[in-house]
Structure formats: structure tokens, C-alpha cells
């Protein structure tokens, strides 16, 4: 059993900057992934961004490449993103996840087996 808490957002300016945090307890391996999602009203969840526990094999949806960057620290069992050049379309709830089926890839949510409660996050252009 794994729990995920997520915090750091919050309402900011377009081109503004914010830093999510994903503390885990329980059992986590530096090799198993986390991985950062996103849901705006209406849509379906999306994937940002994932790496191993480890701090390996960071990975990145399309549209936040070149302006998010994914960080773990496993001794703290804490997961990081750093978003930057945020824009009114990054506007959504942030979970993160930690992946526990490996038949799927990284970027899918049906990978992940254990999930926060969400961090909202609001860009105001």
C-alpha cells in the first residue's frame, strides 16, 4: 500500500512559475515510476511527467517539454515538478501516481495503481 499527498499549487500569472511536491509513504522502490497527470474540467486526464523513484528515465508529455522538469528524491520519498512558463491551458488539478503495471507504457493512467488527491493549479492569463 502506497499513499501520495500532493501540494505546491496555487493560482498564478501566465509565465509564472510554481513547484509541486508528491510525498509517498509505504512501499516504494527506487526503480518503480511516478508520474505527474493533470485534469481539467471536461477532459480527460493527461500525462506530464514521469521518473523512476531513482531519479532515472525522466519522460515528458508534449505539451509541457522544454518547460517542466521532473525530480524525485528517494531518500525523502518525495517527488517534485517544476513548471515554469506556465500558460492558462495548464490549467487543471495535479495527481501524481506511482506506476505498478508494467504492461503499460508510462505515459498511460492505467499504469498507475495508487493516486493523491489532486493539487489545483490555476493560470490566470
Known amino acids: 500500500q502506497v499513499q501520495l499527498v500532493e501540494s505546491g499549487g496555487g493560482l498564478v500569472q501566465a509565465g509564472g512559475s510554481l513547484r509541486l511536491s508528491c510525498a509517498a509513504s509505504?512501499?516504494?522502490?527506487?526503480?518503480?515510476?511516478v508520474g505527474w497527470f493533470r485534469q481539467a474540467p471536461g477532459q480527460e486526464r493527461e500525462f506530464v511527467a514521469a521518473?523512476?523513484?531513482?531519479?532515472?528515465?525522466?519522460s515528458y508529455g508534449d505539451s509541457v517539454k522544454g518547460r517542466f522538469t521532473i525530480s524525485s528524491d528517494n531518500a525523502k520519498n518525495t517527488a517534485f515538478l517544476q513548471m515554469t512558463g506556465l500558460k492558462s491551458e495548464d490549467t487543471a488539478v495535479y495527481y501524481c501516481?506511482?506506476?505498478?503495471?508494467?504492461?503499460?507504457?508510462?505515459?498511460?493512467?492505467?499504469?498507475?495503481?495508487?493516486w493523491g488527491q489532486g493539487t489545483q493549479v490555476t493560470v490566470s492569463s
Open positions: 521518473i523512476t523513484w531513482g531519479g532515472t528515465r525522466p
Open positions: 509505504g512501499r516504494i522502490f527506487s526503480n518503480d515510476f
Open positions: 501516481g506511482v506506476r505498478m503495471y508494467s504492461a503499460y507504457v508510462v505515459s498511460s493512467s492505467d499504469a498507475y495503481a495508487y
